[in-house]
């Protein structure tokens, strides 16, 4: 795929602040009433003024820097005019020229190779409002409108044509939201927190804009589908022509919205009601104000806790899953805890397509790493234990209990080795005949009689002595 | 001249504004004469004067990040001239 060529638009809701971009409707919206968090200002009524919200400039600021930005020393708004539903006003405020952040860099991991992704711009805008199609985009006959998302304060983060596969583009948005959820600007867990644009085409060939993906999955999957359809088109000696395609999450393809020669003009003039922004004097004191972000934490845990770079940056990809091994590895062993969260605990959770937040607390990971270390459980048990909580929940210490867990005492071992040497007189002879096999099938046999408590060392250990001996 | 009817045409295209011939011709022929007007700034020498952005000449004008009271959702539909279960109902787009 080498010759595909991916630039990605993100927007992204600053959802942590409390009110909008423009006004002090309130962001909390998920689940409410259609059109109940609007004011004058979001409907666009005629004579409403917007007012910026400073802690909105002061995220974006951060963001930028997190990226790598250059800070604008002068930054202003625009109005982007086009008409849609969604827009109340027939025009979005947003940024032209002069966003407040520009020429970053975000590195991301691509197959054990670190690869920069030049950042062109961030910029602020408003988030539209959220159209209902009754039926598909295509067929239905009108739409419904809830502004309760108009105003709602977003970043649009726009890459240079960098990217180079859908992975690639889909572990960039992964990192972005990342280091976002680090800054605490934003919560990507909600609904339609996250938005993305991708521009796509194969070297030589024209550019295809997808726009509208929301969901992180959907990203790859988009691209996939439409490189493919790219691919296709070319091998047959079609030639792809610059549009604008939607992305259908349901059926997994891109449609046709609009082609060059409809091609948007939006007409951008000066935000008259909103005056610039002068605020580049801000940056020393907001870089002093951020916290440790993914790479530097990675660096600090492997120095820290001597623990391996993969399992570093397993630990430190989300803020949450490095809090959560933190507070495990001031009470444990750091590597065999970095262990059991990156390996285990993490797997775990990604095998059930659930979150860190969603896994239990981390002083029941201490509690089974304690009954690990103290030689209760075996680490088979010490799995069982995590898939209960995370499936049914409960304690730890019952789940032991209820499922017989702790690991069976030396003496009943002991008498499971002797009964099973005494059933399997086959199986010696084939062992004293060089087979190793039968070794492992007595060990197998040993386990069984014991329901998989005996500790496997242990089996090995009394096995050997017992068939040396005899 | 720069503007053409068929420039009016599109930019009223644009703007969702319907124009009949004779008002295509009118507005030609005024976009024309606007710009001969603002021709006339061509003239004058510009150099080292700053760009202006905004002409009101304040800079950083900010609200706090804080909630104030949402109208009531029969409010703010009270205008819309088609609604339906709380939403404002628009034409089918795209």
Known sequence: MSDVIIGLEVHCQLNKLNSKLFCGCSTRQQGLEPNVMTCPVCLGLPGALPVINKKAVEYAIMVGLALNCKIAEHTQFYRKNYYYPDLPRGFQITQYDYPIAFDGVLTVDTDGEERPIRIRRVHMEEDPGRLVHQGSIETSKFVLVDYNRSGMPLLEVVTEPDLRSPKEARRFINKLRNILEYLDVFDGSLEGALRVDANVSLKGGARVEIKNISSYKGVERALLFEISRQQNMRRRGIRVVQETRHYDDERNCTITLRTKEQAEEYRYYPEPDLVPLAVKSWESELKGRLPELPDAKRERFKRQYGISDSHAKVLTAEIRVANYYERVAERCDPRMAATWVADYLKGELNYRDRDIRDAFPPEKMVYILEQLSNGTITDKGAVEVIRALLDEGGDPKDIILARNLAKVETDITRAAVAEVLKENQAAIMDYKAGKAQAFNYLVGMVMKKTGGRADPAEVNLLLRESLECT | ?94
């Open chain 2, 1 to 94: 001249m720069a503007i053409s009817v068929k420039d009016v045409k599109h930019i009223a295209s644009l703007a969702c504004i319907d124009l009949d011939e004779a008002q295509e011709e009118r507005f030609a022929r005024q976009f024309n004469s606007i710009l001969e007007y603002f021709k006339e700034l061509d003239g004058l020498n510009t150099e080292g004067v700053e760009p202006t952005y905004h002409v009101i000449g304040l800079n950083n004008v900010f609200r706090e990040d804080v909630v104030e009271p949402s109208l009531p959702q029969e409010e703010a539909l009270r205008n819309a001239p088609k609604k339906e279960k709380g939403y404002f109902k628009g034409p089918r787009i795209v």
